[in-house]
């Protein structure tokens, strides 16, 4: 058996970028220190703000759900709003409604539901019919953001919670540089700012990597969704997921340095990169960087090519 550093009871887990032996209790300190050092990071909440929060029924948002929950829960007047969206895939997001539904029953939290057949008149299982040849990520990832930015303005929230953990965000930061694409990095979240009509991001999971996540998930007996999305080996954000769980494995606290990195180059490249002068989309109202956001350039290209 080994002991846990900090009190001498069983280790359940090795941190590997600390050297760290943890027992359950010192697990869970660990872990939700790091969440509401993020959330404090975000700014603070006045009474009558509502946090609306993006979920899945995956582990990294049913986990952030609960810990925003039990944050917020004994703060009279702050009201928590988890949305879901339903990308229509056929014997998957079923899955994820129904495990979210039960979370939120549990937690006595009311759960706001949009639909991308109602929203965008495709499910993702028309669109790639519709459109084989693109990669799928593409039209969930542009519909999901507007969706839920949609939904948590309908409600009035101030905030909305996304549930990437560590590896996501040292990815998308990884992916970004080997793209050249020095402004998207610079755009990234968490946001301290809103823009008109988008409502603030938050990251509260950022530095807390996807196995801390999963762990943190079992010892809570929550019940998620464990299937992967049909569509996501399509994506390409998953070679360099791969790449960042080898880089990890070689040197452990990578993802930490890359992150680290990133977030002390924020203030030069946001004084760099202004932020994008957005304008309300002709056809739908969203703030859009054209005269036609992407949401409905999308949507315009399923409707000629399901003629």
Do not use: W
């Not at 760290?20 to 872990?31: A, I, K, N, S, V």
């Not at 995956?58 to 759900?65: A, E, N, Q, T, W």
Request: hydrophobic share 40%.
């Amino acid at each position: 058996m080994i002991a846990c550093d900090r009190c001498g009871k069983p280790s359940i887990i090795l941190v590997r970028y600390s050297g760290q032996h943890l027992c359950e209790e010192h697990f869970r300190d660990f872990f939700e220190k790091r969440v509401s050092k993020e959330i404090r990071a975000s700014g603070k909440m006045q009474k009558g703000d509502k946090l609306a929060i993006a979920v899945s029924g995956g582990k990294d948002s049913m986990v952030m759900l609960r810990l925003l929950h039990n944050i917020f829960h004994a703060r009279t007047g702050i009201g928590i709003h988890p949305i879901i969206a339903d990308e229509g895939i056929a014997g998957y997001r079923e899955k994820g409604i129904e495990a979210t539904e039960k979370e939120c029953r549990s937690l006595d939290v009311s759960l706001e539901l949009v639909s991308f057949k109602e929203m965008f008149g495709y499910t993702m299982d028309e669109a790639v019919a519709i459109d084989p040849d693109t990669v799928p990520c593409t039209y969930c990832g542009v519909f999901r953001r507007q969706a839920l930015n949609r939904i948590a303005k309908k409600i009035g929230a101030v905030k909305l919670a996304f549930g990437h953990n560590l590896n996501d965000t040292a990815g998308s930061v990884l992916m970004n540089i080997c793209r050249g694409d020095v402004e998207r990095l610079a755009r990234l979240g968490p946001h301290e700012k809103g823009q008109p009509g988008l409502v603030r991001r938050i990251l509260p999971l950022r530095t807390v990597p996807e196995e801390e996540c999963a762990l943190y998930a079992i010892i809570e007996e929550m019940e998620i969704l464990v299937d992967e999305c049909p569509y996501a080996y399509r994506a390409h954000r998953g070679e360099f997921v791969k790449l960042m769980a080898e880089l990890e494995d070689v040197t452990p606290g990578t993802r930490h340095s890359i992150l680290s990195s990133y977030d002390k180059l924020r203030e030069p490249l946001k004084a760099c990169f202004e932020p994008a002068n957005l304008i309300d989309c002709e056809k739908c109202g969203e703030p859009s960087m054209a005269s036609i956001c992407k949401a409905c350039e999308l949507i315009e290209k399923l409707d000629k090519l399901a003629k």
